[in-house]
């Protein structure tokens, strides 16, 4: 019984061999670098922005926020319930709320919580133009200013929906985008 056979190899045979060999080696060792420099192009030209989900401070402390986009029949006990426990809390106003409920806006301002904007019409921000955000942005600003007085910087966009286009509108338009970090229990 016969294990082995006889190769017959060319001098054809073992060059493309070794420049076969030598080609895949140098590709192993080309590829994981540009791969790399591909990859960090990539990712530093889609790098995705985020808004401000919490701020470090020394003090053991949180944030209270609120979305003013529905009713206002808790306004009055809500309220209630902030100033007898000291706590100040940020209300993120709708354009629309703030018109149907401007004495509730300002019974807000005047407890001396914080004016954030909510857009006019709640909208999903990611999925309109530039212009539009901006709009959204302006036309509950102004809302609030000519009811209150107060300037807003802080926004945070409906349903909690954002990209980095609606981040860079808000920036351009004044605005800290705030997200929240632990939602209601």
């Not at 790098?47 to 989900?53: A, Q, S």
């Not at 003013?68 to 940020?90: C, P, Q, S, Y």
């Not at 904007?117 to 000519?146: F, G, R, Y």
Request: aromatic share 10%.
């Amino acid at each position: 019984m016969k294990f082995f056979k006889t190769i017959h190899i060319t001098k054809k045979m073992v060059g493309c061999l070794t420049l076969g060999g030598l080609l895949l080696a140098s590709a192993a060792f080309a590829l994981p670098p540009a791969a790399a420099r591909v990859s960090a192009m990539v990712t530093s030209s889609a790098e995705r922005k985020l808004p401000i989900y919490c701020v470090q401070t020394e003090k053991p402390q949180v944030s209270v926020s609120f979305d003013a986009a529905w009713g206002a029949e808790d306004t009055d006990e809500l309220l209630r319930i902030l100033k007898e426990n000291d706590v100040k809390a940020t209300f993120f106003l709708c354009g629309y709320w703030v018109e149907k409920y401007p004495d509730e806006v300002k019974k807000i301002a005047e407890a001396g919580h914080d004016l954030g904007n909510h857009s006019a019409t709640h909208p999903h921000m990611s999925q309109i133009s530039s212009e539009q955000i901006a709009q959204e942005l302006q036309k509950c600003h102004q809302n609030v200013k000519d009811l209150t007085g107060v300037e807003m910087d802080l926004f945070r966009p409906p349903f909690g929906e954002y990209d980095n286009h609606v981040i860079e509108i808000a920036e351009a338009n004044g605005y800290y985008t705030i997200q929240w970090d632990v939602d209601r229990l």
